[in-house]
């Protein structure tokens, strides 16, 4: 699984190859293979951690804390294809008295091929070369070859390295698993034939231009894309007439948090008109220290977006400033204010993803103002709402239901639970799918289902066989039957 | 729910309102609407039948197995819903002790709101007006609006009718549902913004131009076309040895089937060469009568697409005559032999599917011969295997199952169960999706998760509250209960 030395038409045809084994392997060697990189990256986290950090400035103890999230991942991984509900067996013995007579059909879910995922500059464990994408592929039996990031590429021929040792230990198929770097070797996956899906974080235009391609192919092919989330939160009057002081601290450490490169960061946060917040979140913001960006090039591009927000009339700068040079000195919070009517006016200008520490304060004045801009925000990953106990939020959460994946309670966005439940993916631009990145779901991303009519039982899936040997949960004429 | 006198966003802006309180009502209520509508459809038969009869030419048996299979599929959608596995309930409970804490997280599939379906010239009632596009995005709670095929126009009328008259009688929203006409208010529905997903049955050349206009929009939606399926078949050494007049006879009847016009026709046929079955398919087909298409304009295409075959060098016509006047005298069966060297010097002339009553035989020497042609196929609906009991056909099988969505032994692919194992879709061109359009799991394709985190009790979907009163499958903490 040296990749340096192979050709991109050499890659994927061993990931071709590598599909057939994966495909027939049982879950438990997948789940095996999943688990020896887990324990390899575990291994080697203190190495792993020093280069991340020397490449993304993100610190070592966010860092060892996204490898164990990494790790914990792939194992969860590894239970869920163990458990076997993923694999949604349907059977439906025939009935050849029926009319007209009802064969016997049987549908599992199959691995789609080899699949290309790109890594994202902001998680350079967990939404990277060993990351979410590659593990729930791997997991179904689906060949991973992967795009490094340009802001983390030691670490991630590093991290590949151990992926690919210990796949190999384990017993895992030459070509499962690769490393590719570069743009071009990039585009050129999009549109390899042998590719059948790509899993992409990053930015609105360079992930739609991959979905343009993906889409755009003879064969168009699935392209999983987590391209951008403003996070809209909603304060009620009752919630910070009753604790604005924690939501200012809470909302400071949220949109800060590593220097506000985070897809879940609030972008956007509605409060009622005419109340101290913006002072009270500009008191809780002006002591977090500016802080080292990911690459150069973000830093570089924080003051313009900055300066982008500064300029529309109607928007106030309510902590911080927009003169700074983030790039040297680290990047600094700044906090906006501005009224729903601005928003309504200038949405284009005012609705738009600003990487790093910065967010939008928007007073509102009634539900109806409140709702009327909310139908302007474009989809997001999350959406939060901050009320009192028994207020009456049922259309407002409805509303947050319609435009984000997750929708969450008198909590911040910034963390990402990775569990059965999790759904980390919303309406266009936060994804260009209607599955979700993080989370035990995210699996149907890479599987195809298949039905098998009329099939001896010898040349059936082992789930599909009658004896349900494998004792997972399937549907059996119509019910649910658990092992 | 009057069609005529609305504008198209009228229509939408109706559909958009009617898709909250489609979202919220229940189950049960969506269930019975969707009973209402095949109970409409049922007491009207025999006067849809005549309508359906005169403008298609599929006679009267077949169209009213097809009204019977049409509520025969809304029945089953309310039952799906009812069963309620469908809404994926996934509920995680917090552990505030965990490092990080973990959040009480609870996920959900939720209606995407309304859906543009284009009807099919071949099934005008199951792939039309009131067919399983309609029926599974109702019954998850999305407003439909059907394009109507410019082949049955009138019948298309009076089922929408029909189905606005039954919704209404039933309590379903106003703009729930309703149809439309004509080319240019089909591609205008696909780029409204309140339409958030596509269904589509139909050809290669009009799916496509549909698919690349969801996917360019700004924000792009999903397309779930079925456009084109070439249904290979393979037949054994064995098997042929074993039953050459009984197969002969099957492939005739399966090819002819409705003068040729289902989407599972098998359009491949793969046999050992050196054998006599081509007389023998050509002796079965010989006498089967020529038959009325579904257009004019389908039955003018026909003999172009057969010259189109017969012009290929190493292809002969082993029955029938291409030259024919289909529009004027029905549609005469054709049967054509080849090589499988032929068909690999000349795969995009032989490997295309040709509407109407022909088939091409296609002789292969051995497995790897086989194997090469087959790599050469496009995605199909189906794939088939005739062997004899106890045959070594794994390989062969799993190359089938990576090229259609479903593989039957033994059997003609002309027929498809409604069930809830059934996958009725395929590797593009012969879907654009990785979902069925046919059976149970068609739902999926209407909705989308969204996840609470920490929401209060009060305003949970019943199917996340904690007390499961719904009694509906649930994942609890990792563990799949059943009520």
């Given at each position: 699984m040296s990749t340096a030395t192979l050709s991109l038409s050499e890659l994927t045809a061993a990931a071709t190859n590598a599909a057939k084994t994966a495909a027939a392997a049982s879950d438990a060697e997948r789940?095996?293979?999943?688990?020896?990189?887990?324990?390899?990256?575990?291994?080697?986290a203190a190495e792993l951690v020093e280069i991340a950090d020397a490449e993304t400035n993100l610190g070592a103890p966010r860092l060892t804390g996204e490898v164990a999230r990494t790790t914990g991942q792939l194992r969860l991984f590894a239970r869920v294809i163990t458990e076997g509900s993923y694999l949604e067996a349907i059977i439906d013995?025939?009935?050849p008295g029926a009319t007209p007579p009802r064969p016997d059909l049987r549908r599992i879910l199959r691995p789609l091929g080899p699949v290309a995922v790109f890594s994202a500059s902001n998680f350079p464990f967990a939404f990277s070369v060993a990351g979410g994408d590659t593990a729930s592929a791997l997991a179904v039996g689906c060949p991973v070859i992967v795009k490094a990031h340009s802001g983390h590429v030691k670490l991630s021929e590093r991290t590949a390295e151990l992926v690919a040792g210990a796949l190999r230990a384990a017993g895992a198929p030459e070509g499962l698993f690769a490393l590719v770097s570069g743009r071009e070797a990039g585009t050129a996956l999009v549109q390899d034939p042998a590719i059948k899906a790509v899993g992409f974080t990053g930015s609105i235009p360079g992930g739609r231009a991959l979905f343009d391609l993906a889409t755009s192919r003879p064969d168009p092919i699935p392209f999983y894309g987590e391209l951008g989330s403003l996070n809209p939160v909603v304060i009620t009057e009752a919630a910070l007439a009753a604790r604005s002081g924690e939501l200012a601290a809470g909302l400071a450490a949220s949109f800060t948090l590593?220097?506000?490169?985070?897809?879940?960061?609030?972008?956007?946060?509605?409060?009622?008109?005419?109340?101290?917040?913006?002072?009270?979140?500009a008191?809780?913001?002006?002591?977090?220290?500016?802080?080292?960006?990911?690459?150069?090039?973000?830093?570089?591009?924080?003051?313009?977006?900055?300066?982008?927000?500064?300029?529309?009339?109607?928007?106030?700068?309510?902590?911080?400033?927009?003169?700074?040079?983030?790039a040297a000195d680290g990047a600094a919070?700044?906090?906006?204010?501005?009224?729903?009517?601005?928003?309504?006016?200038?949405?284009?200008?005012?609705?738009?993803?600003?990487?790093?520490?910065?967010?939008?304060?928007?007073?509102?004045?009634?539900?109806?103002?409140?709702?009327?801009?909310?139908?302007?925000?474009?989809?997001?990953?999350?959406?939060?709402?901050?009320?009192?106990?028994?207020?009456?939020?049922?259309?407002l959460v409805e509303q947050l239901s319609g435009l984000a994946g997750r929708v969450l309670f008198d909590g911040w966005p910034t963390g990402v639970a990775v569990t059965w439940s999790q759904q980390h993916g919303g309406p266009y631009p936060a994804t260009t799918s209607l599955f979700t990145s993080v989370g035990a779901t995210a699996v149907?991303?890479?599987?195809?289902?298949?039905?098998?009519?009329?099939?001896?039982?010898?040349?059936?899936?082992?789930?599909?066989?009658?004896?349900?040997?494998?004792?997972?949960?399937?549907?059996?004429?119509?019910?649910?039957?658990?092992?």
């Amino acid at each position: 699984m040296s990749t340096a030395t192979l050709s991109l038409s050499e890659l994927t045809a061993a990931a071709t190859n590598a599909a057939k084994t994966a495909a027939a392997a049982s879950d438990a060697e997948r789940a095996a293979w999943l688990t020896a990189v887990a324990d390899a990256l575990d291994a080697n986290a203190a190495e792993l951690v020093e280069i991340a950090d020397a490449e993304t400035n993100l610190g070592a103890p966010r860092l060892t804390g996204e490898v164990a999230r990494t790790t914990g991942q792939l194992r969860l991984f590894a239970r869920v294809i163990t458990e076997g509900s993923y694999l949604e067996a349907i059977i439906d013995h025939g009935d050849p008295g029926a009319t007209p007579p009802r064969p016997d059909l049987r549908r599992i879910l199959r691995p789609l091929g080899p699949v290309a995922v790109f890594s994202a500059s902001n998680f350079p464990f967990a939404f990277s070369v060993a990351g979410g994408d590659t593990a729930s592929a791997l997991a179904v039996g689906c060949p991973v070859i992967v795009k490094a990031h340009s802001g983390h590429v030691k670490l991630s021929e590093r991290t590949a390295e151990l992926v690919a040792g210990a796949l190999r230990a384990a017993g895992a198929p030459e070509g499962l698993f690769a490393l590719v770097s570069g743009r071009e070797a990039g585009t050129a996956l999009v549109q390899d034939p042998a590719i059948k899906a790509v899993g992409f974080t990053g930015s609105i235009p360079g992930g739609r231009a991959l979905f343009d391609l993906a889409t755009s192919r003879p064969d168009p092919i699935p392209f999983y894309g987590e391209l951008g989330s403003l996070n809209p939160v909603v304060i009620t009057e009752a919630a910070l007439a009753a604790r604005s002081g924690e939501l200012a601290a809470g909302l400071a450490a949220s949109f800060t948090l590593g220097a506000g490169q985070f897809c879940t960061k609030p972008g956007l946060v509605f409060i009622p008109a005419g109340t101290g917040f913006a002072a009270e979140v500009a008191a809780a913001s002006k002591d977090k220290p500016g802080a080292r960006m990911l690459t150069h090039r973000i830093a570089e591009a924080y003051p313009g977006g900055l300066h982008q927000f500064a300029a529309v009339p109607g928007v106030k700068v309510a902590a911080g400033t927009v003169e700074q040079d983030a790039a040297a000195d680290g990047a600094a919070p700044v906090v906006f204010s501005t009224s729903a009517a601005t928003v309504l006016e200038r949405p284009s200008e005012l609705l738009e993803e600003c990487f790093g520490p910065t967010t939008l304060l928007i007073e509102y004045t009634g539900a109806e103002d409140l709702a009327a801009v909310l139908a302007k925000v474009p989809g997001s990953l999350t959406a939060t709402v901050h009320a009192q106990p028994g207020e009456e939020v049922t259309s407002l959460v409805e509303q947050l239901s319609g435009l984000a994946g997750r929708v969450l309670f008198d909590g911040w966005p910034t963390g990402v639970a990775v569990t059965w439940s999790q759904q980390h993916g919303g309406p266009y631009p936060a994804t260009t799918s209607l599955f979700t990145s993080v989370g035990a779901t995210a699996v149907r991303r890479f599987q195809r289902p298949v039905a098998y009519q009329d099939a001896p039982e010898a040349i059936l899936h082992p789930a599909l066989r009658e004896s349900n040997h494998l004792g997972i949960p399937r549907r059996v004429d119509g019910e649910l039957v658990l092992p």
